[in-house]
């Protein structure tokens, strides 16, 4: 898989497991870009649901995406601190200047505090019935949401503190 470049606009799309497109991010910026991990930002980037719907994100964010994980991590920067919404998700693929990743529809909400969330498993478990999830593919998202987990709870990866304003602060130097 080729890396993308430090500096370079992406589209981040979001996909269901039927391989149904359900959202995409506009312009979103590489801050740093390898085979396994992407870290990217985005401030007030439109944002288009697969209904035709678009919204503009409210806050700066910074994204981590990682080829090996069952997840992705969305850092955003609000005035009473950090908040990260995290998704369940396949590893991300790069291609076509797009960031491109399965949505499995369960989600945790961390506070700046660091308690959490677990949000849509109504959700997930409509969509597991109805897209016909195989079971080893159930098994894997539950392991890797309680590897999330740990890495909330240990401040590891992207919860790290400063990881998030340090790569703010790198994404101011491109505005």
């Known amino acids: 898989m080729v890396a993308p470049k430090s500096g370079t606009k992406i589209q981040i799309q979001s996909y269901k497991h039927n391989g149904q497109l359900h959202r995409v991010w506009e312009n979103s910026l590489v801050l740093k870009g390898t085979e396994t991990i992407v870290i990217g930002a985005n401030d007030k980037t439109e944002v288009k649901e697969s209904d035709g719907r678009k919204w503009i994100t409210r806050e700066p964010a910074i994204c981590y995406f990682h080829s090996k994980y069952w997840f992705n991590i969305i850092g955003m920067l609000r005035t009473d601190g950090i908040y ?3 998704n369940i998700s396949s590893p991300f693929i790069f291609e076509e ?6 949505d499995y529809d369960l989600d945790v909400k961390v506070y700046p505090d660091m308690t959490f969330d677990l949000l849509d498993e109504d959700e997930y478990e409509e969509h597991r019935k109805q897209m016909n999830y195989p079971r080893v593919l159930d098994r894997i998202l539950h392991q890797q949401l309680e590897y999330l987990l740990r890495w909330v709870r240990q401040k590891k990866g992207p919860f790290l503190p400063g990881f998030v304003d340090e ?3 790198r994404y101011l130097t491109y505005r």
């Open 167 to 169: 790569w703010y602060e």
């Open 84 to 86: 990260f919404y995290c």
């Open 97 to 102: 200047n797009a960031i491109k990743y399965i």
